[in-house]
């Protein structure tokens, strides 16, 4: 079995993702910021054999359309998808969000949990823990001067290795495979509006609403992940009715590229359980 790219345009824009299996059941992939479906490749790899994988590129992101003037924010991304899977015939699906992504996929969950069959959230934003400084210091005008004519290389591989445990996974190849959509000045300036549409109380705003999801949840983190802390992590499973939270003792942030198998297992197990 392989992976492909297919490519769908929906009302707002044309959306990449990336496809593999198609005997099992669905599961939805969403990435975060700075990555893409990218991110996905050897989680897709390790479960095409038992669930039909689509790996999304949100807008903005990866193969997508990069536009200007459209919503990026994570609650117009979660209506996005919504299309999205309309358009590709999904009625419901699993949804397995990292980062924004997973932030995306808990205002999925509780807007419409008749979709979501079981959620799973890897080291994702939760309440006010976003955006990182890191990339809200990208809201400031200077970054326009700044960014037109920087290389973004060298910041995607220090954000790459400050969220690996093992940071001998970054090589040039890795590398190029997430700054890549990013590249050039219209890459850069895409990469602007992700960052600036990232705003807290996007996801704050409905906290007690998404602490009464019920549907069967699995958070997976990093012990040493420090851009979202494993608190954020316990506060919300501790909140959430349905869920159970599985630590990495050897992870980070990026999980699915520091630990894929560790993920590939947890995420299989939870999904084929009664």
């Known amino acids: ?81 919504v299309q999205w899977a309309l358009e590709v015939g999904l009625d419901d699906f699993h949804l397995v969000g990292h980062d924004i992504g997973g932030g995306v996929a808990q205002l999925m969950a509780f807007r419409h949990p008749e979709k979501v069959r079981r959620l799973v959230l890897i080291d994702t934003i939760s309440y006010d823990s976003w955006p990182v400084a890191d ?27 400050g969220g690996l445990f093992n940071k001998s996974l970054v090589t040039d190849e890795v590398l190029e495979g997430y700054v890549g959509p990013f590249l050039g000045q219209t890459g850069r300036e895409a990469y602007l509006r992700c960052a600036r549409a990232l705003e807290t109380h996007h996801l704050s705003d409905y906290s007690q609403e998404i602490e009464a999801i019920l ?45 894929p198998d560790w993920v590939i297992e947890k995420i299989r197990s939870f999904l084929e359980s009664s």
């Open 1 to 81: 079995m392989s992976i492909s790219k297919q490519f769908i345009d929906l009302s707002f824009g044309m959306m990449g993702f990336r496809k593999a299996g198609g005997e099992g059941p669905p599961i939805v992939f969403l990435h975060g910021i700075p990555t893409s479906s990218f991110l996905w490749r050897k989680v897709v790899d390790g479960l095409q054999k038992n669930f039909t994988c689509y790996a999304i590129d949100m807008l903005g992101y990866g193969d997508s359309d990069k536009p200007v003037g459209k919503d990026l924010s994570i609650e117009a991304q979660s209506e996005y998808i």
């Open 215 to 259: 549907n069967p949840t699995l958070l997976l983190w990093g012990q040493h992940d420090s851009y979202q802390e494993l608190a954020f992590g316990q506060r919300l499973s501790n909140a959430l009715v349905n869920n159970r939270l599985e630590v990495c003792p050897d992870g980070s942030h990026f999980l699915p590229e520091d630990q």
């Open 135 to 161: 990339i809200d210091r990208l809201k400031d005008a200077q970054w326009d001067d700044i960014l037109r004519s920087r290389d973004l290389r060298s910041g995607f591989r220090r954000a790459l290795e």
